[in-house]
């Protein structure tokens, strides 16, 4: 049996180094201290560590939580996070209202972008068709080229679809939609291009500014057998 010790004289130590080695500071718990100082206190809930620590290896598991008093540095590896979950900031103080804290979601990648009519109608082809989008959190950043290479049956008024995932489902809850460039279109000069994507959608409704009251639906003829045009829009996604 050895004596509770002290983190300046530890009950089990090395002849030489009496202050460096393992105590017992209360009932059921265990500590270590290095040059008199406590370095790790162990409890039967908890490992507190003083300094910093070093994981080697390839996998550490932690069944319960872990606080880290400063900073926490990856010199190498991913921070994995299990679905669900993320990391939460309900620490700070927010704005107000209904808030989410937790950044649970980030991602990048491609998407296809798609002309399509109100009943579902594809042009032909394309000459271009790529988007791209970043998600952080719920926000879902895209940008993209899309043209025509033939109208087929598409008629009447424009859709752009094919965004990566459904806008949030909330009233009234709709993105703008920004064009910059276009090409081969069938609209009047000085008219500009826009849009808006609506709540629990992934298809953006297409409009032209060639009103004073303000815009209205572009429809596939003012769009033209082989018109495009580039696109860019921010939502908050499901």
């Not at 100082?37 to 390839?58: D, E, H, P, W, Y």
């Not at 949030?168 to 090409?183: E, L, R």
């Not at 826009?194 to 003829?221: C, D, E, K, R």
């Amino acid at each position: 049996l050895f004596t509770d010790g002290t983190a300046s004289l530890p009950s089990i130590t090395n002849n030489g180094d009496t202050n460096t080695g393992m105590y017992f500071p209360s009932a059921d718990n265990l500590a270590f201290s290095t040059g008199g100082v406590q370095r790790a206190f162990l409890t039967a809930t908890q490992l507190n560590v003083t300094g910093n620590a070093i994981f080697g290896g390839s996998a550490h598991t932690f069944a319960g939580s872990a606080t880290v008093a400063n900073n926490l540095t990856l010199t190498d590896g991913n921070l994995i996070v299990a679905d669900g979950h993320g990391i939460d900031f309900s620490a700070q103080t927010t704005a107000g209202g209904t808030v989410q804290e937790v950044l649970n979601h980030y991602e990048q990648g491609a998407f296809t972008p798609t002309l399509i009519d109100t009943g579902g109608e594809e042009v032909n082809a394309y000459v271009n068709q790529a988007g791209f989008y970043v998600r952080v959190g719920a926000r879902v950043t895209c940008h993209g080229y899309i043209r025509a290479n033939g109208l087929a049956s598409a008629s009447g008024n424009m859709l752009l679809g094919g965004f990566p995932f459904d806008a949030v489902n909330i009233t009234n809850g709709h993105a703008s939609m920004d064009v910059g460039f276009g090409t081969g279109l069938n609209i009047t000069a000085g008219q500009n291009m826009g849009g808006y994507l609506g709540p629990n959608t992934t298809q953006a409704s297409v409009h032209i500014w060639n009103a004073a009251t303000g815009t209205a639906n572009m429809t596939f003829a003012e769009l033209s057998s082989n018109g495009g045009f580039m696109f860019a829009v921010s939502y908050n996604a499901v």
